[in-house]
C-alpha cells in the first residue's frame, strides 16, 4: 500500500489505476461499496486499485471554524483502505488551488497525474469549483479523456441511507453502537498518549490520556473501550470522553484506563474503540463518591466487554 501525492505523476506500476474517487472519512458501508467495486473491476481488468481522498476535507478548507468532525485520520483511512485491497491511496491537498480547478480541470489531473483508466464515485459526488461537476459530466468528460466512469448507488441500513452524516449523529447522541453498525467497525480515536497530572493514578485507576484533535467530539461520558497498541495487543478498559468535570482546571481529553494491564503507554500511538456508552459526565463531591462510581463504571465495562 503506497500513499500518493495527489500534486505529483504517480508511479509507473500504479498508472492505467482504477480509482475510487471520494473524501471516504469514515470509511463506512457506502464507501466500502465503492471502493469494493473498484477493486474488483481492477482485479478484472488486471490493473492496480487506488482510493483517492482528500485532506483536509473540503468542508474544512471552506468552513475554517467549523467544529470538528473528521471521523478518520489518514492513517486510520490508509489502513483501511489497504484492508480493502487497494494499492495506493492518492491525497489531494484541498487547497485554493485545487478549490479553483474546474470540473474539466480536474478531470484532466486525473488523467495527467494517475493516467486513470477507470473511475468509480458514489451517486451524489460532485467536483470542480462551485461544485460544478456530478456523475453524468465525469462519465461525458471521461468519455472524451479516454477513462470509463461508473456509480455505485447508496448503500441503506434499516431503510435509511449510510451517510458520515448520520454516524456523526449517532456519536454525538452516545450511541456508538448505532454508528459500529454503519461503519462496520466501532468508532476509533487514534492519538499519542501524553503525560498528566496523575490523578486516575492516585484513585487506583491510572489512565492513558490523549487529546481529541480534530476528530469530531461524541458525546461525553463514560464508555467501555478497547486500546489497540502499536504491537498489536488489545486491552479492554474503561474511558471518560469529556472535560472531567470533578476536576479544575477542565481539560479535553480521552481518558482510558485498562484492566489487568501494567505499563508504561506515554509517547506511543494508542488507538481506542469507542464501544459502549455507559454515562453522562459528572461531577463528585469527593473522591472517596468519584471512586465508588469509577468501581462501578469498571465494572459495567467488563460485563459488556465479556460479551463480545
Known sequence: MQRLDGGSAVPLPLRGAIV???????FHLGHQAVVGRAVERARAEGRPAIVA????????????????????TLDQRERLFGAAGAAGMLVFHFDATLARLTARQFAEQ????????????????????????NVEMLAALGAELGFTAETVPAVDLDGAVVSSSRIREFLAAGDPRAAAALLTRPFA????????????????YPTANMRLGKYLRPKYGIYAVRGRLPDGRVLDGVA??????????PIELLESFFFDFSGDLYDQMLEVD???????????????????????????AREILAQG
Open 240 to 249: 471518560n470522553l469529556g472535560i472531567r468535570p470533578s476536576f479544575d482546571p
Open 274 to 300: 469507542l464501544i459502549a456508552y455507559l454515562r453522562p459526565e459528572a461531577k463528585f463531591d469527593s473522591l472517596d463518591a468519584l471512586t465508588v462510581q469509577m468501581d462501578k463504571d469498571a465494572a459495567r
Open 20 to 26: 475510487a474517487l471520494g473524501n471516504f472519512d469514515g
Open 110 to 133: 486525473l488523467v495527467e497525474t494517475v493516467g486513470a483508466a477507470g473511475v468509480v464515485t458514489g451517486e451524489d459526488f460532485t467536483f470542480g469549483k462551485g461544485r460544478e461537476g
Open 53 to 72: 481522498t482528500f485532506d483536509p476535507h473540503p468542508r474544512r478548507f471552506f468552513q475554517p471554524d467549523a467544529p470538528p468532525f473528521r471521523l478518520t
Open 189 to 204: 480515536i487514534a492519538a499519542i498518549v501524553e503525560g498528566g497530572a496523575k490523578l486516575g493514578r492516585q484513585l487506583g
